[in-house]
């Protein structure tokens, strides 16, 4: 069973990481888009609508990699103290009353949104040179299936948590600096951080 739940974090993790290349993408867009626009007097009306469409992209496809890293918003200031099981408790009732009736609703109508869009060829109206947006409402559905198995193998993991007490291990991805860490790593203490502080004040009278 971890095996499963550690194979669709993998899974989760290189969706999350393929689709986070779209930054570099809209950057360079947007950085595109700004250079035409005032050096060379040339904007392209279509330009919004893409930077629209990459950023939802971006947004909705990192969905399934932040829950399986845990990185979406909670109210920790009591969540953090109790135990685990009863935070697997507590989990497992928001998932199957919001989490697992929302996504499912968000692929289902999305997949009928994506298919009446392909189907009308539609195109985005904000400009006369509006691009074709199907492929990004494609993304809806999509991204509601992805999400929806993250949140599955969350369910489980809650179940595990239940049984055994303790939460079963994750993949594991970018970590956020840990500064006592940091210092065990480089060998420097509080005193060596004090002593080149007092160094690089400068010492005398002030003018």
């Given at each position: 069973?971890q095996?499963v739940l550690l194979?669709v974090?993998?899974?989760?993790?290189w969706i999350g990481?393929?689709f986070?290349w779209?930054?570099?993408?809209l950057t360079?867009?947007?950085s595109?888009e700004?250079f035409?626009r005032?050096a060379?007097d040339?904007?392209?009306a279509?330009?919004?609508d893409?930077?629209i469409?990459?950023?939802g992209?971006?947004?909705m496809?990192?969905?399934a990699?932040t829950?399986?890293k845990g990185?979406?918003?909670?109210?920790?200031?009591?969540y953090?103290?109790?135990?685990?099981?009863t935070?697997?408790?507590?989990?497992l009732?928001l998932?199957i009353?919001?989490?697992?009736?929302?996504?499912?609703?968000?692929?289902?109508a999305g997949?009928?949104?994506?298919?009446?869009?392909w189907?009308?060829?539609?195109h985005?109206?904000i400009?006369y040179?509006g691009?074709?947006?199907y492929?990004?409402?494609t993304?809806i559905p999509v991204?509601g299936a992805v999400?929806l198995?993250?949140g599955?193998?969350e369910i489980?993991?809650?179940?595990i948590?239940?049984?055994?007490?303790?939460?079963?291990?994750?993949?594991?991805?970018v970590?956020e600096?840990d500064i006592?860490?940091?210092?065990?790593?480089?060998?420097?203490?509080?005193e060596d951080?004090?002593k080149?502080?007092?160094?690089?004040t400068?010492?005398?009278?002030?003018?």
């Open positions: 069973m095996k194979f974090d993998r899974m989760s993790t990481q393929a986070s779209l930054i570099i993408v360079l867009h947007v595109w700004v035409a005032y060379l040339a904007p392209r279509w330009a919004f893409v930077m469409m990459l950023y992209t971006l947004f496809m990192a969905g990699y829950l399986s990185g979406h918003v909670r109210g920790d200031v009591l953090g103290f109790f135990r685990p099981r935070q697997a408790s507590i989990d009732v998932y009353v919001f989490f697992i009736p929302g996504v499912v609703a968000l692929a289902w997949y009928f949104y994506a298919a009446e869009s189907a009308i060829n539609e985005s109206t400009t040179e691009p074709p947006i492929p990004f409402k993304v991204a999400l198995l993250q599955m193998v489980v993991r809650c179940i948590c239940l049984k055994q007490g303790q939460w079963p291990s994750r993949e594991q991805d970590e600096v006592g860490k940091l210092k065990e790593m480089v060998h420097v203490s509080d951080i004090q080149l502080d007092e160094q690089a400068p010492k005398g009278p002030r003018p």
